[in-house]
């Protein structure tokens, strides 16, 4: 008797141990495409992704480097001081998108240039919506960031 719930109890192991597997090459299969890594244009230009490759890059907008061409494709180069990369966009770009602010895109690397499916504009750490501002002061909690 002793060795029936002995025995058991290994298979009841095994078995969580067999689903535990299987449940995490699941999640990770599933999550191959949702994962985008995040790369510089100093990394793309020493060691460019493959054609295939979704990931994201950021840096600054280069001055002078925006075009835009015929229909809704935006043309700029994107750089983080060591390295610059060419962007082509086709849609509409963010209100905060310009020359000389930071921008993240997700996209793929063909043939010497980024081409990115979406674009975001970053702004700095002082920045705070008017909405939120607003609240705050009229509870008598905003500060002033310091400059």
Request: aromatic content about 8%; cysteine-free.
């Amino acid at each position: 008797m002793k060795n029936l719930k002995k025995q058991r109890r290994i298979q009841v192991i095994a078995v969580a141990a067999v689903a535990l597997v299987v449940a995490t090459v699941l999640i990770g299969y599933a999550m191959r495409d949702g994962i985008n890594y995040f790369r510089s244009p100093s990394q793309v230009a020493e060691a460019p992704p493959d054609p295939s490759e979704v990931f994201r890059i950021g840096g600054l907008v280069e001055e002078g480097s925006l075009l835009r061409g015929q229909g809704e494709t935006v043309r700029f180069a994107v750089t983080d001081g060591g390295a610059t990369v060419q962007v082509a966009y086709t849609g509409v770009l963010p209100d905060l998108f310009e020359e000389n602010q930071g921008m993240v895109g997700t996209g793929r690397y063909v043939n010497g240039v980024f081409e990115a499916s979406e674009i975001l504009a970053k702004h700095d750490e002082t920045y705070m919506p008017k909405e939120v501002m607003d609240a705050l002061k009229a509870q008598g909690v905003y500060q002033e960031p310091e400059t």
